[in-house]
T-cell receptor, first 119, second 115 residues
């Protein structure tokens, strides 16, 4: 399987605990995105990387959230001191960088997501 | 800032009929891309179709076509000959380029195909 993979698929945690999610993008993709999706809503942008550089962070991303992409390969998203409002589906996506060439075929491919429930 | 508006929270369509899902957008970027994704109950976002802002022709991918009207800032998805497996959430999204490159999604339309 050469798609985007996320681990774990489901996570139940107690309020106040820290959680970490992992995303493995499609190998040749240099862009990696994190999104959060709550029930009945579209995905909301959290942050994205080009290779190992974190290029943009949403204002939604509080200080409790941190993301890394060491060596420009897999990425981790950590939530510290989880709150019930953090319960959501966390989606990872990857794509090719399009700068300088054709912008076609630069669609983002999504993983199956990590569903977080904070109790 | 970019904004996507999907005004149809839910739609019911008879199997084998065509269906149009509405999407309007707002952006100040001169170049942008428009995307449609399908999200079945399993949760995975599946890419369907892409339209570039400078593309002269409307995009088509099998049973999917994108009715792009740039002056009206609309990018409606048309599904021809709908099938039961088309029942899912559908999201319109857009992305700018050269500095505004995140995907911005609408709130989605839940499509239900009736046998």
């Amino acid at each position: 399987d050469t798609g985007v993979s996320q681990d774990p698929r489901h996570k139940i945690t107690k309020r106040g605990q820290n959680v970490t999610f992992r995303c493995d993008p499609i190998s040749e993709h240099n862009r990696l995105y994190w999104y959060r999706q709550t029930l009945g809503q579209g995905p909301e942008f959290l942050t994205y990387f080009q290779n190992e550089a974190q290029l943009e962070k949403s204002r939604l991303l509080s200080d409790r959230f941190s993301a890394e992409r060491p060596k420009g390969s897999f990425s981790t998203l950590e939530i510290q001191r989880t709150e019930q409002g953090d319960s959501a589906m966390y989606l990872c996506a990857s794509s090719l960088d399009f700068s300088g060439t054709s912008i076609k075929n630069t669609e983002a491919f999504f993983g199956q997501g990590t569903r977080l429930t904070v109790v | 800032a970019q904004k996507i508006t999907q005004t149809q929270p839910g739609m019911f369509v008879q199997e084998k009929e065509a269906v149009t899902l509405d999407c309007t957008y707002d952006t100040s970027d001169p170049s942008y891309g428009l995307f449609w994704y399908k999200q079945p109950s399993s949760g995975e976002m599946i890419f369907l179709i892409y339209q570039g802002s400078y593309d002269q022709q409307n995009a088509t991918e099998g049973r999917y076509s994108l009715n792009f009207q740039k002056a009206r800032k609309s990018a409606n998805l048309v599904i021809s000959a709908s099938q039961l497996g088309d029942s899912a959430m559908y999201f319109c999204a857009m992305r700018g380029y050269f500095g505004n490159e995140k995907l911005t999604f609408g709130t989605g339309t839940r499509l239900t195909i009736i046998p």
